[in-house]
C-alpha cells in the first residue's frame, strides 16, 4: 500500500517536533505534522520558557536592593507588568516562529489543524481530510486540570497566568509541587501579596527531604504565606474577589486564585481506544520501551504517554523512536539518573537519589552542609543554602545531589555529569575546589554528616 506520508506526527511542541525534523532531514523521510495550537507546545508557549522568564523578571527587585548593599546608587521605581508582559509574548512568538522555521526548512509538511486517529496508518484533520502514512507519532502532551470543588471555573491554571491582564493583588495558589511552589515565588516576587495552600505534610513531595524543607522555609522567609495540611473546599465570586473557604475553616478572600494541582495527557476524542491504542487510568497512552503502542504503527512520545514529564526527555524520546523506526537501530530512552531543577526562591537542583529512597535500598553516607553564602549575607540577607551528596557505603558512588542555592539549575546540571558517570566520593575529594564559590562545598566535605 502506498502511503502519503513515512511519518505523521501529531503535535508540535518539543517532542513532535524533534522527531519530525529528524525523521525528515536525516533520513529522507516524508513527514507531516499536524498542531492545533501553537507550534512549541508547553515549554516554549505556556510552560518552561515564559516562566523562566517570570522567575528571572520577579528576582530583580531583590537584585536592586542587594546593588545598594554593595555601594551602587541604584532605586527602583516598582514592576511594570504590562511592559514586561508585551516583551515576554513578543520572545514567544519569535520562538514558534523559529520552531515553524526548523520544520519547513526540514521539509515537513505541516497542518495547523487539530488531528484524530481514523485506523492504524490514517489520520483525519479537523475539517476532514484524511491522510494516510506508514508510522503514526502522537506527541500531543498534557494540560493541567482542576479539582471537581464548588466555584473551581473562576480559577486559573498555569495555562492563563501568563496572560492575566493586569497582576492582582492578592492570589492563592493551591498545590504544592513545582510548579505550584515556582509560581508562588514568582508571584511574590513581583510584589503580590501570595498565599500558597497545600494538602501534604511538606512542598514538593518526591525530593529529598531535607532540601525541600530548606526550600519551604526559605520561601517563607521570602514572604509566601505557606500553608500546609491545607486545601480549598468551595470557592465563590464575592465582588470583584473570589471567596474561599478552607479545610482549617478559614475564609478569606483573594483577586486571584490558581489551581496548580495536577496534569492530564491530552488524549481525549483522538480515536485512539477505538483503533486499539491502550491507554491507562489517567489517560495516558501506554506504550513499550521503544515507545510502541499496542498498534504497532502507532507510537507515543513525550508528556501524553506520563513517564518522565519533562521537556529533554521528550526530546530524546522523539530522537530515540526515530534511531529505532527510521535508522533501523533500536534504541530506549535513557531514564536513569535524569538532573533536574525546580525553580523555586531559593532555586533547587538535583539527581539521583534521595537521601530516603537511598537508606531504604542500601548503607549509605550523607553528606550535607547548609550556609550564608557570601553574597547574599554581605548584602544583610539571611538567606541559606544547601550543598548535599549521597554515597552509597558499599561502592562509594555518589547516588545523589542535592543543591539549594542561587544558580542551583546550572550547577546540577555540571554535577549531574560526574553523577552519572558514575563518580565516587572519592573522586570528589580528589577534584581541586574552585574559591570562593559556593559549589566548592560539594568537594570539601569530608566528614559524614550521618549514616544511614
Not at 523578571?57 to 527602583?76: K, M, P
Not at 517563607?220 to 465582588?239: A, F, K, S, Y
Request: glycine share 12%.
Amino acid at each position: 500500500m502506498a502511503f502519503d506520508y513515512d511519518l505523521f506526527v501529531i503535535g508540535g511542541g518539543s517532542g513532535g517536533v524533534r522527531a519530525a525534523r529528524v525523521a525528515a532531514q536525516d533520513t529522507g523521510a516524508r513527514v507531516a505534522l499536524a498542531e492545533e495550537d501553537r507550534y512549541g507546545g508547553t515549554c516554549v508557549i505556556r510552560g518552561c520558557v515564559p516562566k523562566k522568564l517570570m522567575v528571572f523578571a520577579s528576582g530583580y527587585g531583590a537584585l536592586a536592593e542587594d546593588a545598594q548593599a554593595y555601594g551602587w546608587d541604584v532605586t527602583s521605581k516598582g514592576f511594570s507588568w504590562k511592559s514586561f508582559q508585551s516583551k515576554m509574548h513578543a520572545e514567544l512568538d519569535r520562538l514558534e516562529g523559529v520552531y515553524r522555521s526548523l520544520l519547513k526548512n526540514a521539509g515537513v509538511e505541516t497542518f495547523d489543524s487539530r488531528a484524530r486517529i481514523a485506523d492504524a496508518h490514517t489520520v483525519e484533520l479537523a475539517d476532514g481530510t484524511r491522510k494516510t502514512a506508514k508510522h503514526i507519532l502522537i506527541a500531543v502532551g498534557g494540560r493541567p486540570v482542576k479539582p471537581e470543588i464548588a466555584g473551581a471555573e473562576l480559577a486559573i491554571t498555569s495555562n492563563e497566568i501568563f496572560h492575566l491582564p493586569e497582576l492582582p493583588k492578592s492570589m492563592l495558589i493551591v498545590g504544592g509541587g513545582y510548579i505550584a511552589s515556582e509560581f508562588a515565588g514568582v508571584m511574590n516576587g513581583m510584589g503580590v501579596a501570595t498565599t500558597q495552600f497545600y494538602r501534604g505534610a511538606q512542598i514538593l513531595r518526591g525530593f529529598d527531604d531535607e532540601a525541600r524543607g530548606l526550600v519551604s522555609e526559605e520561601m517563607c522567609q521570602r514572604g509566601v504565606d505557606l500553608h500546609l495540611g491545607t486545601n480549598v473546599l468551595e470557592m465563590r465570586r464575592e465582588g470583584e474577589g473570589i471567596w474561599i473557604k478552607a479545610t482549617n475553616g478559614d475564609e478569606r478572600v483573594f483577586d486571584q486564585v490558581m489551581f496548580a494541582t495536577g496534569r492530564a495527557p491530552n488524549s481525549d476524542d483522538m480515536g485512539l481506544e477505538t483503533v486499539g491504542v491502550a491507554l491507562g487510568r489517567k489517560g495516558e497512552v501506554i506504550v513499550d520501551d521503544y515507545s510502541q503502542t499496542a498498534v504497532p504503527s502507532i507510537y507515543a512520545v513525550g508528556d501524553v504517554t506520563d513517564r518522565a514529564n519533562l521537556t529533554p526527555v521528550a526530546i530524546r524520546e522523539g530522537m530515540a523512536f526515530v534511531e529505532t523506526v527510521f535508522k533501523g537501530n533500536p534504541t530506549k530512552p535513557d531514564y536513569d539518573l535524569i538532573p533536574t531543577a525546580i525553580f523555586t526562591q531559593p532555586e533547587m537542583g538535583t539527581v539521583g537519589l534521595s537521601e530516603e529512597d537511598a537508606a531504604a535500598q542500601e548503607p549509605i553516607e550523607v553528606y550535607s552542609t547548609s550556609f550564608k553564602p557570601m553574597q547574599q549575607s554581605f548584602a544583610g540577607r539571611a538567606e541559606r543554602v544547601l550543598m548535599k551528596l549521597i554515597v552509597s557505603q558499599a561502592t562509594r558512588k555518589v547516588l545523589g545531589c542535592h543543591i539549594v542555592a542561587p544558580g542551583a539549575g546550572e550547577l546540577i546540571q555540571l554535577a549531574g555529569i560526574a553523577v552519572k558517570m558514575g563518580a565516587t566520593k572519592e573522586d570528589f575529594d580528589r577534584t581541586v575546589a574552585v574559591h570562593p564559590t559556593m559549589s566548592e562545598e560539594l568537594v570539601t566535605m569530608k566528614t559524614p554528616t550521618r549514616t544511614g
